[in-house]
């Protein structure tokens, strides 16, 4: 992988990584707040919603680091053992978990009888949103542990074809 494309990717992952600290330090509790404010029957659903998104931006940035992980094992060339499964399972285990997550908001907001000061259009779009992201989640899972099996594959070819030589 040329150089400069890796360092582009690296400062990606880092931008994203800064945007994320920022948004779980900032954005999520301060926009949960003003929503509280502006409707006050949203306030019991504020810290457990808020921590729950946090959370959720938690893993995608655990799943970055193990990005920036396996991007170094490609520099070194060493993709093609077993410390990047690793990495892998990393990125697959952040992945299960945020999907748990949007499908844990899905139940809830399925069931739970919300207040709404817009006819319940909010609480509908934001179910529709939750259970989207946990298709989303659930395919992006299904298609990296396909993946990995593809890994699993290539490594075993590359450490037999080693042994040949």
Do not use: N
Not at 61 to 81: G, H, I, P, Y
Not at 140 to 159: I, Q, S, Y
């Amino acid at each position: 992988m040329h150089r400069v494309l890796t360092a582009v990717l690296r400062a990606g992952i880092a931008a994203a990584l800064a945007v994320g600290l920022f948004g779980q330090i900032v954005v999520i509790p301060t926009t949960a707040a003003d929503e509280a404010d502006v409707f006050p029957p949203y306030a019991p659903y504020v810290v457990p919603y808020a921590t729950v998104a946090i959370l959720g931006v938690l893993c995608v940035q655990v799943a970055l680091v193990a990005v920036w992980q396996l991007l170094a094992m490609v520099e070194r060339d060493a993709l093609f053992s077993p410390r990047a499964f690793r990495w892998v399972d990393t990125v697959i285990g952040a992945a299960a978990v945020a999907t748990l997550l949007a499908l844990g908001v899905s139940g809830h907001l399925a069931v739970a009888e919300i207040p709404s000061p817009d006819d319940g259009m909010d609480v509908l779009g934001a179910l529709v949103t939750a259970s989207g992201c946990a298709v989303v989640g659930a395919a992006f899972v299904m298609l990296t542990l396909v993946m990995r099996g593809l890994l699993r594959k290539a490594t075993d070819l590359e450490t037999e074809m080693a042994q040949v030589v």
